[in-house]
């Protein structure tokens, strides 16, 4: 064996060995995407029945009203149902294919990135969600971070990688292919030569993180806050007629996705604070559906004993009173008010 033959060899096994250091990242992460594929289309796949209330498709809809970067591609999803319904089909087959090849090894550094960018996609439309923790951005970030190490390092022995490049080595010499399976994919002394690209893929997983960590939660600096711990309600485009009928947009802008907000009271106040019209839960929970009309897949309903509004439902409601009301002139709050107590206002003018 020639001089050239075995230094070859020895930078090849430095990336076999770094390969298989990070198997238990590659198979984890590998079984987490294919298991996503697995549920909606074997164990549940009501998951991609549009018909469905375990709908994934509604997911889209609690992501969008804090995600980053990418609401306006979500909004254009979710008002067009059959492209959200294709796409989702797409989205699942693809976390399929990119768990089977981080599992067997198999285009190792392709599925890889192809885990960075669905973890990416993830952290930037769900990373706000949590309840008790950052759960979706802890989620997010560490697929990214998992995604970027397993593009660096490639698969080790224990791959399908390993095993056509010793079955066609004239394949393993060429450079390419490393960079989409395993193996060396930069020449130099050992793995010196990558230290650059690693350090700017690390630079990059971790300003993400923080990135992101700052902006769903404040979590760098500044006050730490959870938009998905309360529900909270956007009131707009309120008009109020003189007989006290009400039109109003709601839309529920935050708070857990596994429950709505639960509507109880509406309250019209005029300028001197007064009570002049009040709309109780059973009213509410009685409106017409030609009352309630909503923007998106995620439906403001009537329940049983409130009009309800789960994370993300937008809809412009219709409300009159029991008796018509003669109302004058001027300037008019309107509170609703949720089961919990709190409660939200806007301002409208009846001219």
Known sequence: MNASTSTKLEKFDA???????????RWVMGWMFFSAFWRRVVLAPAKLDPTSAAYVGNKFNHFLPHALWI????????????TLYAFLIVFTVIEGLVGLSLLSGLGTRLGALGVTLLSWGILLGAGWLGTTCLDEWQIGATGVAAGLTVLLAGAGPWSLD???QHRWPRLADITLLHWLSSGPILNGKGL?????????????????ALYTNQAFSGGVWGKLHNPSKQPHLMLSQAELKSNGTLDLTLYRDGGPDTYGAFIVKVLVKDSNDKVVETIDAAQLANLPVSAIENHYPVKVRTGM???????????????QPPMQDHLISGKYQIIIEDVSGLNWSTKTVLQ
């Open 15 to 25: 990336w076999r060995l770094t390969g298989m250091l990070v198997t238990p990242i």
């Open 71 to 82: 609401q306006p591609l979500l909004k254009y999803l979710l008002l067009h149902t059959n």
């Open 162 to 164: 390993e095993w056509w």
């Open 192 to 208: 010196r030569k990558i230290a650059p690209f690693a350090a700017l893929l690390a630079i990059l997983g971790l300003g993400l």
């Open 305 to 319: 004993d409130s009009l309800v509004v789960p994370l993300g439902a937008q809809a412009r409601i219709r409300i």
